[in-house]
């Protein structure tokens, strides 16, 4: 079966480090994306790791381990504006998006 | 400006009713999706198009059809089949499915409620 897991909630102070984390288990697998979705809104892509390591895009940076079928999502100095909910999503064969259920994170002052 | 437009932002649906939800993308991206988000979920994909005149079912097609006459648009209608309707629907375009990171643009969603 296809299956990734995230935290349903996360809380952070601002100004801190927080990370989401992201197990999969797909038939398939050619790379992890995240997705930021603020309440009720478009989800916007943030990030795409097809091998392992970390990819770092400004506040944001992003993990892989295909051997472990594990990803995290790293949000450094956090911000008021960052509360909203994050999606992972692997990338299967064909090139469809199988996306995990979300994690709320909560940013408090 | 580029981007997705879905419409209505709202729609509301009687018993035995089909409702089509439009979605248009000026991207000039190939590949196109729709996706259902309940409360609280992730998203789950209902039907995609990789070309006009071509679309596959995805997880949760029962119940729905679309159609892909033109490059730019893909809509999806909500037949009477589709017994629990009531979520967030949103559609994606991307460059193309087989593209590397297939980076998927989305639209505001379509807010459909039962009456």
């Known amino acids: 079966g296809q299956s990734l897991e995230q935290p349903s909630e996360v809380t952070a102070v601002e100004g801190a480090i927080v990370q989401i984390n992201c197990t999969y288990q797909?038939?398939?697998?050619?790379?992890l994306s995240w997705y930021q979705q603020h309440d009720g809104g478009a989800p916007t892509f943030l990030s795409y790791n097809a091998l392992d390591g970390l990819e770092e895009t400004g506040r944001f940076s992003s993990f892989l381990s295909r051997s472990d079928s594990y990803g995290y999502l790293l949000l450094q100095e956090l911000q008021m504006k960052d509360s909203a909910s994050y999606f992972c999503a692997v990338r299967e064969q064909g090139g469809k998006l199988i996306f995990g259920q979300g994690t709320e994170l909560s940013v408090k002052p | 400006d580029g981007g997705i437009t879905q419409s209505p932002k709202y729609l509301f649906r009687k018993e035995g009713q089909n409702v089509t939800l439009s979605c248009e993308q000026n991207l000039n991206h190939d590949a196109m999706y729709w996706y259902r988000q309940d409360p609280g979920q992730g998203l789950r994909l209902i039907y995609y198009s990789q070309i006009v005149n071509d679309f596959q079912k995805g997880d949760i097609a029962e119940g729905y059809s679309v159609s892909r006459e033109k490059k730019e648009s893909f809509p999806l209608t909500v037949t009477s089949a589709q017994k629990n309707p009531t979520a967030f629907y949103l559609c994606?375009?991307?460059?193309?499915?087989?593209?590397?990171?297939?980076?998927?643009?989305f639209g505001a969603g379509t807010r459909l409620s039962v009456l």
């Open positions: 797909t038939s398939g697998f050619y790379g």
């Open positions: 994606a375009s991307s460059s193309g499915i087989g593209g590397a990171k297939n980076i998927q643009y």
